[in-house]
């Protein structure tokens, strides 16, 4: 018989099944250069690129709408928006700033092709994004402050900001995506503090909800699982998410009662990460022995019975490489030892 792949595996936990083994979806910082196992990745993602943002002299990038983002030794070399160059300061003039790029004369097959020609469709699943960040994108725009007051004062010109993205966003998506055949898609929107969402859950399914659920539809009329990242305690959501088509959640961070999410929902939501990112186990100068606990922990209150699936992280300055590493090995090599002989154990 042959062996199961990384893919097989993982499409075992997105099918309700318990798996070979618990699946890490998701790279450990550095986990290439400390691996000496070389699992191949169970899920990659397709960069399917139709206007690539531009680069900034500093090392940042502009995305398609004028947004410029730069990277911080804070979110260890992740990028953000620069602070206080917001490109819209009154969202009732968004048609005059917000424009979305012509699509006209795009090689669609082309894009297709070179996103995923590098990965092999046999070892790794694939993963096609849809956009579905609506809060993410107007605070990105006009920052926290000024999003949130548009928000509660000008409800109709959020709306019709986002009816203008959802149409962009949902000819990409019909164009690329019977050509990509994913097996997972993607979607993703940060509108929660590690309390409590930004918004009311009445403002969500007003406001936000049924934009997601247009795109989500073009995964769900294809019988494709929807991969959905939100950070925060963000739980408020799920019954949501599930309406239009999410079965996996990530990061899933452990301010949300993951618990009893997996009592309540069994396999129904797939939990990825659980992990205590900004705890100990992610601090710099942990010790070793709580790092390595912290993977075995999150593997026994969250495995059993399948529905999960590993993914750490953690944080620090991005000069101390040597640190890095060394958490990072800790990480990846006790996930390899624990949590690949998992269900083994479990008999």
């Known amino acids: 018989m042959a062996k199961m792949t990384e893919k097989e595996n993982l499409m ?17 910082p550095y986990a290439d250069e400390v691996d000496h196992e070389h699992h191949t990745p ?50 009732t003039k968004w048609r ?13 097959e082309g894009i297709a092709k070179k996103a995923v020609e590098k990965i092999n469709r046999e070892e790794s699943a694939l993963q096609f994004g849809l956009s579905g960040g609506y809060f993410q994108t107007l605070t990105n725009f006009m920052g926290f402050t000024e999003g949130l007051i548009a928000l509660q004062e000008e409800p109709e010109e ?40 930004f918004i009311s859950l009445e403002m969500y399914r007003r406001m936000m909800k049924p934009f997601q659920a247009r795109m989500g539809k073009i995964a769900k009329d294809r019988g494709i699982p929807i991969d959905m990242h939100d950070c925060g305690r963000c739980e408020d959501f799920i019954d949501d998410w599930i309406d239009f088509g999410v079965r996996i959640w990530n990061p899933a961070q452990i301010s949300n009662d993951l618990v009893g999410v997996k009592k309540k929902y069994g396999n129904k939501m797939i939990l990825t990460g659980c992990w205590d990112s900004q705890g100990a186990p992610g601090w710099p100068g942990t010790p070793e022995e709580v790092v390595r606990q912290a993977v075995r922990d999150c593997i ?16 620090g300055a991005k000069d101390d490489l040597e640190r890095a ?6 990480i990846t090599d006790e996930y390899n030892k624990y949590g690949r002989t998992f269900y083994q154990r479990q008999g």
Not at 47 to 72: C, F, K, L, Q
Not at 300 to 315: L, N
Not at 325 to 330: L, V
């Open 42 to 91: 169970c899920c990659l993602n397709a960069m399917a690129e139709v206007h690539p943002p531009r680069r900034t002299a500093a090392g940042g990038r502009i995305d398609i709408y004028g947004v410029e983002y730069e990277a911080t030794d804070s979110t260890d070399g992740l990028s953000l928006p620069v602070p206080n160059r917001f490109i819209l300061d009154d969202i």
């Open 325 to 330: 590493k060394k958490h990072a090995f800790w």
């Open 300 to 315: 026994d209150t969250y495995a059993p019975g399948g529905g999960f699936c590993f993914w750490a992280s953690f944080y």
């Open 96 to 108: 005059d700033v917000i424009k979305t790029p012509s699509l006209e004369g795009v090689d669609w």
């Open 158 to 197: 959020c709306m019709a900001l986002f009816e203008y993205l959802t149409e962009y966003n949902e000819k990409v998506a019909l164009n690329l995506i019977d050509l990509i055949k994913p097996d997972i898609c993607g979607m993703g929107d940060d509108n929660a503090t590690a309390r409590s969402p």
């Open 12 to 28: 075992r936990v997105i099918n309700g099944q318990e798996p070979g083994w618990v699946p890490r979806k998701g790279i450990v």
